[in-house]
């Protein structure tokens, strides 16, 4: 499914409305994304059960929404959500109906995904095998296109950090990506996740992270999970992540097909 972007900046494929829990609406979205120069943009609302978005509305509403938008810019505009593992194993919280509707599935850990960010094991060892258990389940998922941003674990309360993670889970995460073609993104807030530990540290730690990733044959997506249109394409960090880890454009991708007018993965002029 996924086309060589060759541009670190022409495409952001994470961005919130408010369809759930971003403060501006599509069309403002949309057109920071034109004033960005971006050839592509997902629309990645919050999606926690199959046919809602998080904000209550109805997916039907969601996609119509969008196809009007694209109507009026020249920028891609990707159908997508951000969805969310339910446990430990993987689960993701979408179905195969709601998947087949949408072309770009991100899927996160968060404050609903049990035996991680609830009722983990409190030993060290328990808790980063259920960490392997549940991203490496998400990458066998059909219904996930993209890990959102991977080891978000800064705000357990455990003292992790990028660069605390053992090397043989990040080695097992991102091989199973590779095999089964789920992108690692590298978002641009990631150091929001972390909010304990110095933003220098976040950045040489998870660019060690993504340089394992990158060894291990992982493709990227980027994206700014902005909230707000003024935050949309914005990915200074995450091109300087990709940048010290030394990951080549040619692993950096969006899905095929292409933006109106260009062909699949070449960027805008």
């Known amino acids: 499914m996924w086309a060589n972007v060759d541009h670190y900046s022409a495409a952001d494929l994470h961005c919130h409305t408010t369809f759930s829990d971003g403060r501006s609406s599509l069309d ?3 057109r920071a994304a034109e004033a960005e120069g971006l050839a592509v943009l997902a629309i990645t609302d919050h999606l926690y059960e199959p046919g809602r978005l998080s904000g209550g509305r109805p997916l039907d509403e969601y996609l119509a929404a969008i196809a009007a938008a694209q109507e009026r810019t ?20 979408i179905d195969a109906e709601t998947r087949a509707r949408l072309e770009l599935v991100l899927c996160d850990l968060s404050g609903r995904t049990a035996g991680i960010f609830r009722d983990a094991p409190a030993g060290e060892a328990g808790f ?3 960490l392997r258990r549940c991203l490496t389940g998400l990458c066998e998922s059909p219904l996930v296109d993209v890990l959102a941003h991977p080891f978000n674990v800064g705000r357990l309360g455990r003292g992790l950090a990028p660069d605390t993670l053992p090397r043989s889970l990040v ?8 095999a089964h073609s789920t992108a690692f993104e590298v978002m641009n807030d990631l150091p929001w996740w972390f909010p304990e530990v110095p933003v220098a540290r976040v950045t040489d730690g998870y660019a060690a992270v993504v340089a394992v990733a990158a060894e291990q044959g992982c493709q990227f997506t980027l994206g ?9 394409g914005h990915l200074t960090w995450a091109r300087r992540v990709l940048e010290r ?17 260009r062909p699949a993965g070449q960027p805008p002029g």
């Open 171 to 178: 080695e097992e995460v991102c091989a199973a990506a590779a």
């Open 245 to 261: 880890a030394r990951v080549p454009a040619s692993q950096i991708v969006w899905p095929a097909g292409g933006p109106p007018g």
């Open 74 to 93: 020249p920028v891609r505009l990707l159908r997508g959500v951000e969805t969310t593992a339910l446990d430990a194993a993987g689960t993701p919280a």
């Open 28 to 30: 403002l979205c949309v």
């Open 128 to 130: 980063f095998e259920q």
């Open 224 to 232: 700014s999970d902005a909230h707000h249109h003024q935050g949309v």
